[in-house]
């Protein structure tokens, strides 16, 4: 049966960053709805000009526009092993519809590593942010700038600081996340999935527990 994992964890805790070292190191597919949202608001797309109007106030985008993103994204070939989910689902009708989603697909939630922090270092984290304009690599100006100022280690593309990574709207995302995705934290902790993992530790060590969580 495919194995996803769900990522929780509020804005600005290292969420992406860990999401795309366990898919190298495991080899199942990397699924950020931020990431998706963000390569439609580049292509310009319907659904990018819609998800715009949401993410840069911080606020979520619709359920069920991000409900159909997903459902089409996991149908992929490269989810039939099962995938990291990161970002995905944030509110209770979004777990809801990956139940269904993976009793379709023949696959389940096999553990949810929620990564915590206090908000005052969540808000420094996500507002040192810079991404990568090609592939969304993260950085991070005081714990881990980049070898070049403004230039990806990786592929060589520009450092951008996201719109929504500002200080203002970094706060107002740390309070939707309280209000819309704190629920599903007590939701896979009853169904006996939840793994809580300290993210103030250091990358290397928050890697390692998301590691061993993930091969027991
Ligand atoms: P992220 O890159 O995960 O921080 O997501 C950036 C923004 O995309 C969020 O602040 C939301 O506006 C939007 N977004 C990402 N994932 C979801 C989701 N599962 N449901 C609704 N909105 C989302």
Redesign the pocket.
Known sequence: MAAFIVLLGP?GVG??TQAKILAETTKLAHV????L??ENIKNQTELGRL?KS??DK????P?DV?ISMIRDRIARSDCEAGAIL??????PA?ADALENMLTEFGGEVDVVPYITAAESILVERASGRWTCREQGHIYHQTFSPPKKTGVCDMDGSELYQRE?DKVETVTK?IR?YLRQTMPLVEYYRKGGKLLEIDGTQAVEQVTKELLSALNK
């Open positions: 804005p969420k992406g950020s709805s931020g990431d949202f963000r998800a949401f993410i911080g606020e979520l985008v359920d991000t990161d970002g995905f689902p944030r509110t979004q929504d995302r939707v």
